[in-house]
C-alpha cells in the first residue's frame, strides 16, 4: 500500500499529491476534474472524471463462439455498461450470430443496430441513466413479478390457460427491467456522478440493491413456473376443490404483501417495516406442507402439480425475506430512532 503525506494549503484546506503513475494512466493533467467517492466507513475514493467523458466501447469476436455464447457476451457487454457494442467476424458473419444479436437487441432495453456489414454489425444503447431511479425500477421489478404470480394463481383458478399465457408475456418485461437495474448498478459503481443521478448518495447500497434485483428476477421465475403449470395440466387447473384453491389465493395475497413490503423497506430505508416483513414470514409458516397435509387421496401427477404451485409461492415468500434483511442493513446504516452512528 502506498502512503501519502496531506499538506496543508489554507486555514481549512488540506491537500495531497496524486500519484504519477496514476494520473499518466488515466490522463489526468493539471485542471481537470476527478470525482470523489466518500463512503460510510470513512473510505474516499477518487475517479478520474475523463475517463466517463468518452463513450465506452467493447469488440466481441466471433470465431471461438456459437451463437449462445454471443447472445450473453452482448447481454454481459450491455450489463458493464458499454455504450457501443461491435460483433465482428474475420469473415462474414454467420447468420447464427446475425440472429444472436438481434435476440439481444429484443432482450435489452435501449440497444438497436446502428450499423451493419457482412463482417461486422454495430448496437448502441441509447439509455442515459438520469432518466432512471434506481429504487422506481426495483418498486417496477417486484410490481411485475407481482403481476405475473396473480395473473398465474388466477388463471389456476379459473382454468384461464389466456391469463396464463399473459402472464408469460410478462417475463421479457420483468428480465429487461432486471438487466438494466444491472446495468445501472455496474455504471454507478464505476461513477459516483451516476449514482447519484439514479437516487443514491452514496454507492454503499449498490451490493445489496444487486441482491435485491436477483431475488426479484426469481420471483418472476417463480410466476412463470406457476403460469406453465396451467398450460401443461389437463384442464389447466389444479385437481383440488374449491377450500383449498382459496387457500392457495391466500397464500398468494400473503406472499404478494411481504414482497412489495421488503422492497419498500429497501427504498425508505425502514427498518420497522423489515421486521413487520419478519413477523409476516413467521406468521406464515410452511404454509406448503399444511396445505399438502390437508389433501385428499390423488394421483402423484395431481399431487405434484399442487406441490410445484405451493413451492414456487414458498420460495417466492423466503426471496422476500431474503430482500428484507438486506433492508434491514441498509436501514441500520443510517441514524434513526433505533440507531445512532458515531
Known amino acids: 500500500m502506498e502512503t501519502r503525506k496531506v499538506q496543508r494549503l489554507g486555514p481549512s484546506t488540506l491537500a495531497m499529491t496524486l500519484p504519477a503513475e496514476w494520473a499518466q494512466q488515466h490522463g489526468v493533467e493539471k485542471g481537470d476534474e476527478v470525482s470523489l467517492r466518500i463512503s460510510g466507513k470513512g473510505t474516499l475514493t477518487v475517479l478520474p472524471e475523463s475517463a466517463h467523458d468518452e463513450e465506452s466501447e ?16 452482448i447481454v454481459a457487454q450491455y ?35 446502428i450499423e451493419e456489414t457482412p463482417e461486422s454489425i454495430a448496437i448502441r444503447c441509447s439509455v442515459d441513466p438520469e432518466d432512471f431511479d434506481l429504487d422506481n425500477l426495483l418498486e417496477r421489478l417486484e410490481n411485475t413479478g407481482s403481476t405475473m404470480r396473480g395473473e398465474a394463481v388466477k388463471a389456476l383458478a379459473h382454468g384461464n390457460p389466456d391469463l396464463a399465457q399473459r402472464a408469460l408475456n410478462r417475463e421479457r418485461q420483468a428480465n429487461k427491467i432486471f438487466v438494466l437495474l444491472l446495468r445501472l448498478i455496474f455504471t454507478a459503481h464505476e461513477n459516483p456522478s451516476i449514482a447519484r443521478a439514479i437516487g443514491l448518495d452514496s454507492g454503499f447500497p449498490l451490493i445489496g440493491y444487486r441482491s435485491i434485483a436477483k431475488n426479484l428476477e426469481l420471483t418472476a421465475d417463480n410466476a412463470e413456473d406457476i403460469a406453465d403449470i396451467v398450460l401443461e395440466s389437463e384442464g389447466h387447473t389444479l385437481e383440488v376443490d374449491s377450500s383449498t384453491m382459496r387457500r392457495i389465493r391466500e397464500f398468494t395475497d400473503q406472499v404478494d404483501e411481504m414482497t412489495a413490503l421488503a422492497v419498500k423497506a429497501s427504498v425508505e430505508r425502514d427498518y420497522d417495516m423489515t421486521l413487520e416483513v419478519r413477523h409476516k414470514f413467521h406468521e406464515l409458516g410452511d404454509r406448503e406442507s399444511d396445505i399438502l397435509s390437508d389433501l385428499p387421496e390423488m394421483s402423484n401427477d395431481d399431487l405434484l402439480e399442487v406441490r410445484d404451485v405451493l413451492v414456487s409461492l414458498q420460495h417466492t415468500a423466503q426471496y422476500a425475506m431474503r430482500n428484507a434483511e438486506i433492508a434491514a442493513n441498509l436501514a441500520l446504516n443510517e441514524e434513526s430512532e433505533h440507531t445512532t452512528i458515531n
Open 79 to 113: 450489463v458493464l455498461g458499454r455504450r457501443v457494442i461491435h460483433v465482428v467476424s474475420e469473415d462474414t458473419l454467420e447468420s447464427s450470430h446475425i440472429n444472436a444479436v438481434y435476440n439481444a437487441e429484443t432482450q435489452l432495453m435501449g440497444l438497436g443496430v
Open 58 to 73: 467493447a469488440t466481441i469476436h466471433t470465431e471461438q463462439l456459437d451463437a449462445d455464447a454471443v447472445e450473453r457476451a
